[in-house]
């Protein structure tokens, strides 16, 4: 069954870009499928980052569109995030997802997720 | 944008049933999907479509939607049920598609 790992730098300065890296395995990522980030800050609950479907559309959370940029690698069978200037409050546990469904989505498959935190 | 409230935890003895349940204003016209997480853990889906199961997710989970509420019902609870849980809606109604989750219900098993 598809699988999915996230990667990348555990800590970031102030100020810097975020990236990390999600790895499709077990499926492909052009399938009919829109492919998600989601964090969740320490103690709290989640937020939806961005989505990307493999024609490299996208949508992105309002509140995080001026610094998010989402892409996909189909040739590696991925997709990636970056997020730029961050403070101290984007510090959380970053994960990517599957969405599945029509009409109305919902997330199927999670990776494990990973921590990042922005600290100098 | 859409807001979903979840009251913060539910307590439950073992072998009785949970009700988590997720506010949002005239909810019952939209389909909402629950998310089991255990600490440490990425979430899981336990029910979509209001109330369909994934594979594997046993029976005692299951959903409703009417009105203003939707909700989670855990039957027959046990010690392992014990973990936050998160309704949400995909939400379509402005000019751009927004993923709005609940801000989770811990459910604590007595």
């Known amino acids: 069954q598809v699988q999915l790992q996230e990667s990348g730098p555990g800590l970031v300065k102030p100020s810097g870009t975020l990236s990390l890296t999600c790895a499709v395995s077990g499926g492909s990522i052009s399938s009919s499928n829109w492919w998600s980030w989601v964090r969740q800050p320490p103690g709290k609950g989640l937020e939806w980052i961005g989505e990307i479907y493999h024609s490299g559309s996208t949508n992105y959370n309002p509140s995080l569109k001026s610094r998010v940029t989402i892409s996909v690698d189909k040739s590696k069978n991925q997709f990636s995030l970056k997020l730029s200037s961050v403070t101290a409050a984007d510090t959380a546990v970053y994960y990517c997802?599957?969405?599945?469904?029509?009409?109305?989505?919902?997330?199927?498959?999670w990776g494990k997720g990973t921590t990042v935190t922005v600290s100098s | 944008s859409y807001v979903l409230t979840q009251p913060p935890s539910v307590s439950v003895a073992p072998g009785k049933t949970a009700r988590i349940t997720c506010g949002g204003n005239n909810i019952g016209s939209k389909s909402v999907h629950w998310y089991q997480q255990k600490p440490g853990q990425a979430p899981v889906l336990v029910i979509y479509y209001d109330s369909d199961r994934p594979s594997g997710i046993p029976e005692r989970f299951s959903g409703s939607n009417s009105g203003n509420t939707a909700t989670l019902t855990i039957s027959r609870v046990e010690a392992g049920d014990e973990a936050d849980y998160y309704c949400?809606?995909?939400?379509?109604?402005?000019?751009?598609?927004?993923?709005?989750f609940g801000g989770g219900t811990k459910l604590t098993v007595l």
């Open positions: 949400q809606v995909w939400d379509s109604s402005s000019d751009h598609p927004d993923w709005v």
């Open positions: 997802a599957r969405a599945s469904g029509e009409i109305s989505y919902y997330m199927d498959v």
